[in-house]
């Protein structure tokens, strides 16, 4: 049976120094590569600096992905609260948390009858995710400030990039102002006065 070779990933080959890439099992690598690949050629670092800066602004980018993923997967998951309670006003307690349960383990006569129920009272699902969030509020607010808080962090990045540009520009400048006044003395010094010339003496000894 032959041995898998490992795979080179891009973040080995562009920045072999930065070690693994923050990915969680199942997370997919090519994704990442592909945004690395992307801000990568976008930026165009200068320097080293400025590829850990890179390195940076594609790791706290996935983070943020990460995070609406999971707030995507948790209501998804909690869908079945929010049936339930869709159907408070609509059937026997008994009877809604029965269909919701079906309806999370997507049986096809739950779903259909939910869907059946929740159309004939004008329930849409908007109204029914609402009533999904409202039961875990506090903890979609904390993952929209998670949110947030990495989406800054990465832009405060993205302004130590310029800003670095920036004054190294202005030392380039700098430079280049110090090279042109140093050569613009040396021009402004007038050359040396040639020796004055003397007369050159005759055969009979007397000046020409």
């Known amino acids: 049976m032959p041995v898998p070779q490992p795979v080179t990933r891009l973040n080995e080959v562009l920045f072999p120094y930065c070690g693994p890439v923050p990915l969680l099992p199942g997370e997919d690598p090519i994704g990442y590569d592909g945004l690395l690949a992307r801000v990568s050629g976008a930026v165009k670092p200068k320097d080293i600096i400025e590829e850990i800066w890179i390195q940076e602004i594609v790791a706290l980018t996935w983070e943020a ?9 948790y209501l998804a998951a909690r869908h079945s609260v929010g049936i339930a309670r869709a159907l408070e006003p609509l059937r026997a307690r008994a009877d809604r948390e029965e269909l919701a349960a079906g309806y999370a383990r997507q049986e096809p006569e739950a779903v259909a009858e939910v869907d059946e129920c929740l159309a004939a009272a004008n329930v849409t699902t908007d109204m029914v995710t609402a009533l999904t969030m409202t039961q875990a509020f506090d903890l979609m607010e904390r993952i929209d400030r998670m ?10 990045v993205l ?50």
């Not at 992905?65 to 997967?73: I, M, N, T």
């Not at 949110?147 to 405060?156: G, K, N, Q, S, V």
């Not at 310029?162 to 042109?180: C, N, Y």
């Open 147 to 156: 949110i947030a808080t990495t989406e800054l962090r990465r832009d405060a």
């Open 65 to 73: 992905f990460r995070l609406r993923r999971a707030r995507a997967a």
């Open 159 to 208: 302004r130590e990039i310029a800003r670095h540009r920036t004054s190294f520009a202005a030392a380039a400048r700098a430079r280049l102002a110090e090279h042109d006044a140093a050569f613009a003395v040396i021009d402004a010094v007038p050359p040396p006065a040639a020796p004055a010339k003397t007369a050159t003496p005759t055969a009979a000894g007397t000046p020409a």
